[in-house]
């Protein structure tokens, strides 16, 4: 546990100080930000016992490499919010302790992922509730949600000490709905070493108040995620199956702004939105709440989902008018001062890095404690009520030597999945031989 002067924990201390809304630099403008940023590299340079992991070079997949990559994938946009800045959401608001952490453990080599360069996990998203008041369509825990708890908290303290001992920049409290076990978040955040780690929460905006914003705060709580779907609170409400969800999740956004939490939205992207024109008035909306960052998720055949097919979520075409809006969003002029879109779809497709999961750069422990690779992947590696999670994630890393450059393995794996039942996750070891099958 991070330590300030007589032996307390400074971020039960921390004032609250009005933050503003966030500010977005590119071109021209994100260029001195730019310049510093390298000449803050120099303390890596300079200290390599420290940072044995920090390369330059870009055969070996190091930072200029990163750079460039990051050019292609267009995170063309700098976000400020207080007195750090943002480039992404798989890499800690710099300058901080938990991105020299990262800088560590090579978190900076994101092409060298699933080499010993890079022995970093960007993010771990841990479901520490089952409980939840809304009946969301999409719901990734579908089949997991109940009124009753299963991983206790001591047992979760633990997996977080591991996770941090392995190199994780960010664990994400999720659920379920967190908020439903608030208490026992804040016990969580107060127990872990917030030095090497960024803490964020992923909630509907379910029972998020001011007061408890500003207790996660001082807690050390640095971003929270609220889901919101659409622009339109009717459309909003009906997907997440709750009258009123829209409305929370506007007043959650505004709430953690005034905590100084950093906001960013998670977004179910649907069919109909996307040929609607429902994202344009979904980004303008983001401008207007003031969140730094719009996270594009596309819908998956699991959960809530589990009967759809592929075909029938999201085709190709949508997939092309979402790339169109998401390539001009972060690259053009007309939206310089709009929040940074992160799309994995585009940045995690065959052609470019390829699937991350599995460690390479996220993994998800369900509520009922089953390590998955993805959130969207029901495949179990095995239960954190059963074994220690770094037994575990090495198992996992063995089945996922490298990132995965085949498509996304939900779409893929979902007929086999099925044929499981809804017993799900599926172990591993039943459905290995079509695992083998997609990486060869």
């Known amino acids: 546990m991070e330590k300030g002067e007589a032996g307390k924990d400074p971020t ?26 390298r ?9 390599r016992n ?9 055969s070996q997949g190091g930072l200029i490499k990163t750079q460039q990559t990051l050019r292609d994938l267009k995170f063309c946009k700098v976000v400020k919010f207080g007195r750090h800045h943002y480039f992404s959401l798989t890499v800690p608001r710099w300058p901080s302790k ?10 900076l080599n994101i092409t060298a992922a699933g080499t010993p360069k890079k022995s970093h996990i960007d993010t771990a998203i841990l479901g520490i509730s089952r409980k939840c008041t809304y009946k969301c369509q999409h719901c990734y825990e579908y089949f997991n949600l109940s009124n009753e708890e299963y991983v206790p908290v001591n047992r979760w303290k633990h997996v977080i000490s591991e996770l941090q001992e392995l190199g994780t920049s960010h664990i994400i409290f999720s ?7 608030y208490d026992e978040m804040l016990g969580l955040l107060n127990s872990a070493d917030k030095d090497l780690s960024e803490f964020h929460v992923h909630t509907s905006g379910h029972e998020v108040t001011s007061e408890r914003a500003m207790a996660l705060w001082k807690s050390g709580l640095c971003g929270a995620g609220i889901g919101l779907d659409d622009a339109d609170s009717t459309r909003h409400d009906a997907l997440r199956g709750y009258e009123g969800a829209f409305q929370e999740a506007v007043q959650a956004v505004s709430h ?15 069919k109909d939105m996307a040929r609607s024109g429902g994202i344009q008035r979904y980004f303008e909306l983001s401008r207007n709440l003031g969140v730094g960052i719009v996270r594009w998720l596309e819908p998956k055949p699991c959960g809530g989902y589990y009967a759809e097919h592929v075909n029938d979520l999201f085709t190709e075409d949508d997939r092309k008018l979402t790339t169109e809006l998401y390539l001009e969003a972060n690259h053009g002029k007309k939206y310089r001062d709009y929040p940074l879109i992160v799309y994995e779809a585009y940045s995690e497709a065959p052609e470019r890095l390829g699937c991350m999961m599995g460690g390479l750069s996220l993994l998800y422990i369900n509520s009922l404690g089953h390590v998955q690779p993805c959130v969207f992947l029901p495949i179990s590696f095995g239960s954190i009520m059963e074994e220690n999670f770094s037994s575990i994630y090495r198992r996992m890393r063995e089945a996922i030597p490298r990132p995965l450059h085949t498509g996304c393995p939900s779409n893929l794996l979902s007929e086999k999945i099925k044929e499981k039942g809804t017993d799900l996750p599926v172990p591993y070891n039943e459905i290995e031989d079509e695992w083998l099958r997609m990486f060869n």
């Open 175 to 181: 659920g379920g709905e967190p908020m439903l076990r």
């Open 98 to 107: 938990p991105f020299d952490s990262m800088v560590a453990n090579g978190g």
């Open 12 to 37: 039960l201390m921390r004032k609250a100080t009005p933050h503003p809304r966030p500010k977005f630099y590119s071109g021209f403008s994100a260029i001195p930000i730019r310049l510093k940023f």
């Open 256 to 270: 953690f702004n005034q905590a100084g939490i950093f906001t960013y939205l998670n977004t179910c992207l649907t």
């Open 39 to 47: 000449l803050a590299m120099g303390k890596y340079l300079l200290n």
């Open 50 to 58: 420290k940072y044995p992991l920090f390369l330059l070079s870009p």
